[in-house]
Nanobody, 115 residues
Framework: QVQLVESGGGLVQPGGALRLSCVGT????????VDWYRQAPGKQREWVVG???????AYADSVKGRFTISRDNAKNTVYLQMNSLNPEDTAVYYC?????????WGQGTQVTVSS
């Protein structure tokens, strides 16, 4: 059973930083394209950032320059470093992996930016 598990969320003050982790079982993430999405209360889930299998990255305009995606294949983990957080970044953050035509989602981790 392929599983993705996110962690690292929490409460942070505006201007603060968090690093989210997404761990995949079975070596999944080292071979997959990975994206981070987020869903704020009352809003649709939105794409935040993605990394291809080759390591190419793309970012939503709303997070460009503040968020960074990275991958550690040895740890089967993808990270999302989030800096300069603001209240509009409050959401549940999900990682998604795509491999051989299949999609796998984690359960999400809550990020709350508030003073």
């Amino acid at each position: 059973q392929v599983q993705l598990v996110e962690s690292g969320g929490g409460l942070v003050q505006p201007g603060g930083a968090l690093r989210l982790s997404c761990v995949g079982t079975g070596g999944l993430l080292s071979s997959a394209a990975v994206d981070w999405y987020r869903q704020a209360p009352g809003k649709q889930r939105e794409w935040v950032v993605g990394m291809s299998r080759a390591g190419l990255t793309a970012y939503a305009d709303s997070v460009k320059g503040r968020f960074t995606i990275s991958r550690d294949n040895a740890k089967n983990t993808v990270y999302l470093q989030m800096n300069s957080l603001n209240p509009e970044d409050t959401a549940v953050y999900y990682c998604k992996a795509q491999l051989f035509g299949e999609e796998y989602w984690g359960q999400g981790t809550q990020v709350t930016v508030s003073s």
